[in-house]
């Protein structure tokens, strides 16, 4: 599944296609991805101007001049396709612009989502309400992530993709992020020092940004927009890696909890 990183990419590239552009075909080619799409969609972003494209957590923001936002969740297999020389059956949505360039989304599992909101209340759509902060923003501190944190006798890993405690963050880069932090991914949330949050907060940040320049992380049918793979797996320290040597020194290990993989390295997550 496309985590923070793999999303920040997709809007970064679309932002080069799209800002400024004004759509002149919005075409759904289905009535539905994981949920429906709004019946109205084509009316209200045909011929509107894109004006801003940002993010929130893993879902992509489209916002126009007419007021509308666009927002885009790529599900397990989605991606954004630039100027596709085909279009094929997995391509659910069709947008043409002003400057001749067009883009399909294409997702084969349907596990995405295509949702349209106003731009000037898209903090309540519903998702964000439930939403904690996000992890490369100013309020993700060691100081929220504690009070958050406090009283949870779950473990540090499930904690972390608990989107109630910090928006976007996924099973990749958590468990590179507690690797890299020396935390065990099996340790009580509830009773992480602040310190110990700090760094961890600190390691958060560090390898979603690495992530970000690499152009995220290459998983199954994720790719940028421009086709391109994101080459951040050549950096994992755990992630993929059970049975060869840790940065430490240590042999990475894989356990199964909730039924996906944990990679940790017990010599120096502790």
């Not at 004004?22 to 994981?34: G, K, M």
């Not at 106003?118 to 902060?133: E, I, K, L, N, S």
């Not at 972390?160 to 949330?189: F, H, S």
């Amino acid at each position: 599944m496309p985590e923070l990183p793999e999303v920040e990419t997709t809007v970064a590239g679309l932002r080069a296609v799209l800002q400024g552009s004004v759509l002149t075909r919005v075409e759904p080619r289905r009535a539905d991805l994981r949920f429906p799409i709004p019946v109205d969609l084509r009316q209200r972003m045909t011929g509107a101007r894109v004006t801003s494209l940002s993010r929130r957590a893993k879902y992509g923001l489209v916002e126009t001049d007419r007021g509308d936002m666009m927002i885009f969740h790529l599900g397990m297999s989605g991606r954004w396709r630039i100027d596709p020389a085909e279009i094929g059956v997995h391509d659910h949505l069709l947008v043409e612009t002003d400057r001749g360039r067009l883009l399909s989304l294409h997702d084969p599992r349907r596990f995405g989502s295509l949702d349209l909101v106003r731009a000037d209340a898209w903090t309540g759509y519903a998702p964000f309400m439930r939403m904690g902060p996000e992890p490369l923003g100013p309020d993700f501190t060691a100081a929220t992530l504690k009070a958050a944190l406090a009283g949870k006798a779950t473990s540090i890993k499930a904690a972390l993709l608990d989107q109630r405690i910090v928006a976007g963050l996924g099973n990749i880069y958590v468990c590179e992020a507690l690797n890299m932090a020396g935390i065990a991914p099996t340790r009580a949330a509830g009773r992480i020092g602040r310190a110990r949050l700090a760094l961890l907060v600190d390691a958060i940040r560090d390898v979603l940004a690495a992530a970000i320049v690499a152009g995220g992380s290459t998983l199954r049918d994720y790719a940028r927009p421009d086709g391109e793979l994101g080459y951040f797996s050549k950096q994992w320290r755990v992630y993929g890696r059970e049975g060869q040597v840790c940065p430490c020194g240590g042999t990475v290990r894989r356990r199964v909890d909730g039924g996906r993989s944990t990679f940790y390295c017990p010599t120096c997550q502790k």
